[in-house]
């Protein structure tokens, strides 16, 4: 039942582009990239939408039309009529409808595979009485208990293919479910009215063996779809949904973000994160803006200093004046650039997809052309059709819907062993095309957590006494002093100063800890320090008149990171660097492991075009980060990986996240997906060549159902067994043309 336009209305809002509407709809019944395209070209050719872009992992529709001409309740009608049900995307549902299908599809393969099972062994026992001395009475009712288990398993474990099928055929288009319901149904009624007419075989068993083969394929595929989270799960993870109101009368309140207009006056505490985009009026702090700029140092804040929304507010408590609440902040933009580069990217058509495009008509027509043939011939429709369900049967998309599902899981299963997780279906086949390797620098070549480079030209005192000075901060850089200081008792009376550092007084003199500034240190004598670690960042320790020591604090470049890039560039791969952090640490990075094309300082939409750039040169792009500056950019790559250590955004918009302190994943990932694409190629020449023998074979009739659900059974064990072959490979060097030095 459709909706009230009234009940939609209430979920639209207003777009940026031409007063139009834009609205996200949850779209069910997607199945591949061909449902994708026909659901953005049938909207698109419609009066008054602008734009309609769906994601195929997450099935979100974004719709923008005008309302004088249009409305979300004929959108929605227009949906229906295509064959899929729409309703407005929220996230929780999207995950619950996940969950509900992959259990519906366990609970499917289960009954299929429990009445396979017994099937086949009461086939095994007609099949064995036929060369015997089996009674016909005996065989009828071996054939009749088949039917008894068959027949409601397979109206039971056959509902996806079914429902797929049905709403394919209303809307007058044909899908891979078709030929499935097609065979199944035909091969069912025939076995009942072979067993009606005492016949020596039935085909129960082809059909519930079948719907078992095709459900575990489906269920695998789910499976991946459903580990990948919903982008804005993520976003709103990061965004406050209530703000500390300054009220006209001086007094404050909490209210939701949906009450804060620009020019309103908000207060954030220290250790809050900060729910506005807007400009600081008084107060003074340091901000982690890491999330959005990838900047490794927090950045001092003072009335006139933007800030925005996602950041962390980190020492002192800032009056700020709005500009930007609820809509149009930074993390929008972010969310904006992310969602394109998504949907951009789900338009990547599988290899089992190409296949199948080519797969249903040649089925059909084989199987059409032998009935007609046959009847036209013989002149006996039941031999006919006996002959055209064996080439239904043996032309089953078995081995195809396996070719690819059993590759995915034997190749995830290695590449789980090495560390690295995936959450995309098709993001082995992407990372087999790569030729380009896009690293952020932040989190991703560098370890997460900073520490103390130069402690062995600190004094042991002055290193003590900081460290416990710094247990009373709760800046990163100080966390890192404290922890290399192994300082266990804090200072008594320590007194913060938001942005600038923390002091004391112990035994009547004056302890300072924070920046340069604060400590009344020159820049010149900091340039000096920085100059074997420009990487660094300072932190400052003075005490009275004495001589201050800098500490240089900094993330140190994975241990392995050097080999990994030197194996990759002796691979044929081209590697970058694209880093917001700034260009004298992105430089020292890059010279240290040895990649000579790097960027830094950059923003999101910095790091889009770059990779827009790549992609017109005619470069894959695998996109390696971890921020939330990384997300867009990750999702915008051909193919991209994120460290365990990432934000939750930048996880979700990455095909896959590897685990550990090591980069070595990633060349894993490379090599051990080369591999199974050309297991993946191999599996699709091998079902396709096994066609090419058996269906002329069948056509000719030749073959029964029985010897068709055997050989049918046959081609499904050797492309699994070639998928298992990936078990025995050691994954050695592959360059980025495949081949394995």
């Not at 660097?577 to 923003?603: C, F, N, P, Q």
Request: proline share 4%.
């Amino acid at each position: 039942m459709v909706s009230s336009a009234r009940d939609w209305d209430s979920f639209a809002s207003s777009s940026p582009v031409n007063g139009a509407i834009h609205m996200d709809f949850a779209v069910d019944g997607v199945h591949c990239a061909g449902c994708m395209g026909k659901i953005e070209r049938g909207l698109s050719r419609m009066d008054g939408i602008d734009r309609a872009r769906l994601n195929l992992s997450s099935h979100r529709l974004s719709v923008d039309w005008h309302p004088d001409e249009i409305n979300a309740e004929t959108i929605v009608e227009v949906l229906d009529a295509m064959g899929y049900k729409a309703h407005p995307f929220d996230p929780n549902l999207v995950r619950e409808s996940g969950d509900a299908t992959s259990r519906e599809l366990l609970r499917c393969m289960a009954v299929a595979g429990f009445a396979s099972m017994n099937v086949m062994l009461l086939s095994v026992s007609i099949w064995s009485g036929n060369v015997t001395d089996i009674a016909p009475e005996t065989r009828d009712f071996f054939h009749w208990l088949s039917a008894l288990i068959a027949l409601p398993a397979a109206a039971y474990a056959g509902r996806p293919f079914f429902r797929s099928a049905f709403a394919a055929l209303r809307i007058r288009s044909v899908n891979m479910d078709v030929p499935i319901t097609i065979g199944v149904l035909l091969a069912l009624a025939l076995s009942v009215l072979q067993t009606i007419q005492h016949a020596e075989h039935a085909y129960f068993d082809s059909a519930i063996m079948l719907l078992f083969f095709l459900l575990i394929g489906r269920y695998l595929d789910q499976n991946m779809r459903r580990r990948t989270r919903s982008f804005a799960e993520n976003i709103a993870a990061l965004r406050a949904d209530m703000a500390v109101k300054l009220l006209p009368d001086g007094s404050t309140r909490e209210v939701p973000l949906s009450r804060v207009d620009p020019g309103d006056s908000v207060l954030v505490s220290p250790g809050e994160r900060v729910s506005v985009d807007g400009i600081v009026q008084t107060g003074q702090s340091d901000i982690d803006q890491s999330l959005i700029t990838g900047e490794t140092a927090l950045c001092a804040v003072k009335p006139g200093s933007n800030v925005y929304a996602g950041t962390l507010n980190a020492t002192g408590s800032l009056k700020i004046q709005v500009t930007a609440a609820t809509q149009g902040t930074l993390l929008d933009e972010v969310n904006r650039l992310l969602e394109t580069a998504a949907q951009a990217r789900s338009r990547y058509v599988k290899l089992a997809d190409r296949a199948a495009a080519l797969y249903a008509p040649m089925v059909h027509s084989a199987a059409a052309l032998t009935f007609l043939g046959w009847w036209i011939w013989g002149g006996d429709w039941q031999q006919a059709m006996i002959i055209a369900i064996s080439v239904l049967i043996i032309t089953c998309p078995c081995a195809l819907g396996l070719a690819i599902p059993a590759v995915q899981v034997v190749a995830s299963g290695l590449l789980y062993r090495f560390g690295i997780l995936l959450n995309s279906g098709d993001a082995i086949e992407r990372l087999a095309e790569v030729d380009t390797i896009v690293f952020d620098k932040t989190g991703t070549l560098t370890n997460a957590k900073p520490h103390l480079v130069n402690a062995s030209a600190c004094s042991g005192s002055a290193l003590n006494l900081a460290g416990r000075l710094a247990l009373s901060s709760r800046h990163p850089l100080a966390i890192a002093l404290a922890k290399a200081s192994d300082a266990a008792n804090p200072l008594e009376n320590v007194q913060e100063i938001p942005g600038a550092g923390v002091e004391a007084i112990l035994d009547g003199q004056r302890l300072r800890l924070g920046s340069p500034d604060f400590c009344g240190v020159s820049s010149s004598r900091v340039e000096t320090a920085l100059a074997s670690s420009p990487g660094a960042s300072v932190l400052v320790f003075q005490c009275d008149q004495k001589e201050p020591d800098l500490f240089l604090i900094e993330q140190s470049v994975r241990e392995d990171a050097q080999n990994v890039v030197l194996q990759l560039q002796s691979s044929g791969y081209h590697l970058e660097i694209l880093s917001g952090d700034r260009r004298a640490a992105v430089s020292a990075v890059a010279a240290e492991i040895g990649i000579k094309t790097y960027a830094a300082e950059l923003h999101p939409q910095d790091k889009i075009a770059r990779l827009d750039e790549l992609k017109a040169s005619g470069r894959t792009v695998l996109m390696v980060g971890d921020g939330l500056n990384d997300a867009p950019a990750l999702a915008a790559a051909h193919v991209s990986l994120s460290p365990v250590t990432a934000v939750q955004l930048s996880q979700a918009a990455a095909d896959g996240v590897f685990l550990g302190e090591r980069l070595e994943p990633v060349a894993r990932a490379l090599n051990i997906s080369i591999l199974a694409r050309r297991a993946m190629s191999q599996n699709l020449l091998l079902s396709t060549l096994y066609n090419i023998v058996a269906v002329p074979i069948a056509v000719a009739g030749f073959v029964t159902p029985l010897l068709a659900a055997v050989a049918m059974s046959g081609s499904s064990i050797i492309v699994t067994a070639n998928a298992l072959r990936l078990r025995l490979m050691q994954p050695r060097q592959i360059n980025s043309n495949g081949e394995q030095g």
